[in-house]
């Protein structure tokens, strides 16, 4: 039985869309929303035959990993996320790489030679890789109005990763990898009506909407702080507006609190776009932190945290 567990966002589902497009197979499927990235425990090792893993950081899966390789089971490993110390296994192939204008889908291009180069471009642009996806854009040939329709098709599906639980999504992770890989050109998909690009735009514009009227907490030179409210729109677009901030000041570091049921916040930390590091080092040194360079995350942080949270943010982009 062969595993694939890959994050709910457009960078981990577009990852699997392409690398299935190019290499079909009969798969179990591990996933969730954005914030799950604990998944690789969730592999039966009496039952796995080989394992892929893509867009879920190393080195929150660790222990996971080495049952894994434990067992001897054939591990394909891409992500860009902090790995913390790789395993040397005979078993282990990894595609690992933390620079801050890369994302798995992109390495996933890299490693398959462009085969489905536009999943890639979309996904890039979902997760925010505007630059990056420009660029290869640029290279490939497309224009300014397909470029258009692969963001916004990028932006959709991350958006639609967002939430407490899968009952908050719009599709589920695992359902939406499986109507996305039936198009082997995503701007068939975009031009098809009615399809999944055209339900998510209408919800995600909906959210958006709501997301105007967000509160903000601090608001200096350097960073902007704002809060949403306890509610599942506010979860769906807790990324996606963070980029939203981002793309409109570039030089600023930005963070989307959301409040949860039990008095904490979910924290979207995105670095900023004219200085793309630090993001994770401020989120890992509060519990339930993590992420990368650019763009990292808290799910818990305690109420009483919060002006500690803002200082430690502020002081690492002074």
């Given at each position: 039985?062969?595993?694939?567990?890959?994050?709910?966002?457009?960078?981990?589902?577009?990852?699997?869309?392409?690398?299935?497009?190019?290499?079909?197979?009969?798969?179990?499927?591990?996933?969730?929303?954005?914030?799950?990235?604990?998944?690789?425990?969730?592999?039966?090792?009496?039952?796995?035959?080989?394992?892929?893993?893509?867009?879920?950081?190393?080195?929150?899966?660790?222990?996971?990993?080495?049952?894994?390789?434990?067992?001897?089971?054939?591990?394909?490993?891409?992500?860009?996320?902090?790995?913390?110390?790789?395993?040397?296994?005979?078993?282990?192939?990894?595609?690992?790489?933390?620079?801050?204008?890369?994302?798995?889908?992109?390495?996933?291009?890299?490693?398959?030679?462009?085969?489905?180069?536009?999943w890639a471009i979309?996904?890039?642009?979902?997760?925010?890789?505007?630059?990056?996806?420009?660029?290869?854009?640029?290279?490939?040939?497309?224009?300014?109005?397909?470029?258009?329709?692969?963001?916004?098709?990028?932006?959709?599906?991350?958006?639609?990763?967002?939430?407490?639980?899968?009952?908050?999504?719009?599709?589920?992770?695992?359902?939406?990898?499986?109507k996305l890989v039936?198009?082997?050109?995503?701007?068939?998909?975009?031009?098809?009506?009615?399809?999944?690009?055209?339900?998510?735009?209408?919800?995600?514009?909906?959210?958006?909407?709501?997301?105007?009227?967000?509160?903000?907490?601090?608001?200096?030179?350097?960073?902007?702080?704002?809060?949403?409210?306890?509610?599942?729109?506010?979860?769906?677009?807790?990324?996606?507006?963070?980029?939203?901030?981002?793309?409109?000041?570039?030089?600023?570091?930005?963070?989307?609190?959301?409040?949860?049921?039990?008095?904490?916040?979910?924290?979207?930390?995105?670095?900023?776009l004219n200085n793309?590091?630090?993001?994770?080092?401020?989120?890992?040194?509060?519990?339930?932190?993590?992420?990368?360079?650019?763009?990292?995350?808290?799910?818990?942080?305690?109420?009483?945290?919060?002006?500690?949270?803002?200082?430690?943010?502020?002081?690492?982009?002074?």
């Amino acid at each position: 039985m062969h595993y694939d567990v890959f994050n709910g966002d457009a960078d981990g589902i577009l990852a699997l869309v392409q690398l299935r497009l190019a290499e079909p197979k009969e798969s179990t499927l591990i996933t969730g929303v954005k914030r799950d990235i604990q998944l690789l425990q969730q592999v039966d090792t009496a039952k796995a035959t080989s394992v892929t893993v893509l867009d879920v950081s190393l080195e929150k899966n660790i222990d996971a990993l080495n049952d894994v390789l434990a067992q001897q089971i054939p591990t394909f490993y891409v992500d860009h996320h902090r790995s913390g110390t790789i395993p040397e296994s005979s078993e282990l192939k990894t595609i690992i790489d933390t620079d801050a204008n890369t994302c798995t889908s992109l390495l996933v291009n890299e490693y398959l030679e462009g085969a489905y180069v536009n999943w890639a471009i979309a996904a890039a642009f979902g997760d925010n890789m505007t630059h990056s996806a420009e660029q290869l854009a640029f290279k490939v040939g497309l224009n300014a109005t397909q470029q258009a329709q692969l963001k916004a098709l990028g932006i959709y599906i991350n958006y639609n990763g967002y939430g407490r639980d899968v009952a908050d999504l719009h599709f589920p992770p695992a359902e939406l990898f499986k109507k996305l890989v039936k198009y082997r050109d995503p701007l068939a998909l975009i031009q098809e009506t009615g399809s999944v690009f055209h339900q998510l735009e209408k919800a995600y514009h909906q959210d958006m909407e709501q997301a105007l009227s967000a509160r903000v907490i601090a608001d200096n030179d350097v960073v902007k702080v704002v809060e949403l409210e306890d509610a599942a729109w506010a979860r769906r677009v807790s990324g996606v507006f963070g980029n939203d901030l981002a793309n409109s000041s570039t030089d600023k570091a930005h963070a989307v609190l959301t409040l949860n049921d039990d008095a904490t916040y979910t924290v979207s930390v995105r670095a900023p776009l004219n200085n793309k590091q630090g993001a994770d080092e401020v989120c890992v040194q509060f519990p339930t932190g993590g992420g990368r360079a650019g763009a990292a995350g808290i799910n818990q942080l305690p109420q009483s945290l919060l002006n500690k949270f803002i200082d430690t943010l502020t002081s690492q982009y002074s």
